[in-house]
C-alpha cells in the first residue's frame, strides 16, 4: 500500500499560479481593447441610424423635428438608443441647422454627450 501523501507541493502551486497570471496578463488587455473598439463602433452606428432618421424625417414633413423625442413619437426611431460611453438615451446632443438652411426645425443634427477621446485621438463629441 501507498502511504505517501496525495496532493501538490507550495512549489507546483506557485508555478501554476505564476503560468495563469502569465496567460491572463497577454489577454485582459486585448479584452478591454476590443470592448472599447465595440463601443466606438456601437456609437457610431447609433450617430448614422439617427442622422439617416433625421434626414428622412426632414424628407418626408419639409421640416427637421422638433426633439430627438419626437422623431421617436412620429415612428421615424423605434426608440432613442443608449449612448454606449454614458448608458443614457438622453445625453445626445441635439444641433439645430444653421440659420441661413433651406429646411427649419429644432434637430439637423445629433452629437454625443459623452466625454472622452476614441482610439484615434477625435473627441466623441465631433463625431
Known sequence: MNSGRRGFTLIELIVVMAIVALLASIAAPRYFQSLERARE???????????????????????????????????????????PYTGRADSWLALAPPPDAVVQGGVADVRSGAAGRAADGSLYADW
Open 41 to 83: 463602433k456601437s456609437l457610431r452606428t447609433s450617430l448614422a441610424v439617427m442622422r439617416d432618421a433625421i434626414d428622412q424625417f426632414a424628407a418626408d414633413k419639409g421640416r427637421y423635428p422638433q426633439s430627438l423625442a419626437e422623431m421617436a413619437q412620429q415612428r421615424y426611431l423605434r426608440e432613442l438608443p443608449q449612448d
